[in-house]
């Protein structure tokens, strides 16, 4: 497995800001995901962050409303810009190292920021 | 659009009881993740499943993995308080993302 931090743990925003969430890993790792986790619900995938390329983004997200940037293979932001209530949710990372044998594509996630909007 | 129905969505039983976790498709998954959450923490990777009619076991929980890789169960042996969670199931196929069920979130009565 892997050892994952982010930063803020939590953070109270105004409508119309931004608000910059850090990954860090404690080993390389070559992709990295980002999910929101809306209150009581499941996960669901906001992007993929490979390094050295652009984020996929799944539909209903796009680059403008959540930029990501992977600059190392230990690191990644995910960027909630001119926020309203509605972004109010977890944001969780994950990291995987593709598909072995015997385990499969596990994900291991980090603890999670959890976002109010007023 | 590969899709992972969870059931049940909500369960609350008394301690020492039994209890089944299902998660089905229609789609094929090469592997098969089951994850714990407790409030205010990210999903914690309780085993992965990669062929079919695969049984794992961990103390009480165990899991399988459907003969034809479409479909998985979690059952657990007399629950306990510390079993309260929710509980996620999530495919993939091959090297890609994670297909998420909706979740199962699981209250253990004392």
């Known amino acids: 497995s892997a050892v994952i931090s982010q930063k803020p743990s939590r953070d109270i925003c105004q409508r119309g800001t931004s608000l910059t969430i850090q990954c860090q890993v404690d080993?390389?790792?070559?992709?990295m995901f980002w999910y929101r986790q809306q209150p009581g619900q499941s996960l669901t995938l906001i992007a993929t962050a490979n390094q050295g390329s652009e984020a996929t983004y799944e539909s209903g997200f796009v680059i403008d409303k959540f930029p990501i940037s992977r600059p190392n293979l230990t690191f990644s932001t995910l960027t909630v810009s001119n926020m309203s209530p509605e972004d109010s949710s977890i944001y969780l990372c994950?990291?995987?190292?593709?598909?072995?044998?015997?385990?499969?594509?596990?994900?291991?996630f980090g603890p999670g920021t959890r976002l109010t909007v007023l | 659009t590969q899709l992972l129905e969870q059931s049940p969505q909500f369960l609350s039983i008394q301690e020492g009881e039994n209890l089944t976790v299902y998660c089905n498709s229609s789609?094929?998954?090469?592997?098969l993740q089951w994850y714990r959450q407790e409030p205010g923490e990210g999903p914690v990777l309780l085993v992965t499943v990669v062929t079919g009619g695969e049984v794992k076991k961990l103390k009480r929980l165990t899991f399988q993995f459907g003969d034809a890789r479409k479909d998985s169960s979690l059952h657990i042996t007399a629950a306990q308080p510390g079993d309260t969670g929710l509980y996620l199931c999530a495919g993939s196929q091959g090297a890609q993302k994670l297909v998420f069920g909706q979740g199962t979130r699981l209250t253990i009565n004392p």
């Open positions: 994950s990291v995987a190292r593709g598909w072995t044998s015997g385990r499969g594509n596990e994900q291991f």
């Open positions: 789609s094929v998954f090469s592997s």
């Open positions: 080993s390389q790792v070559t992709m």
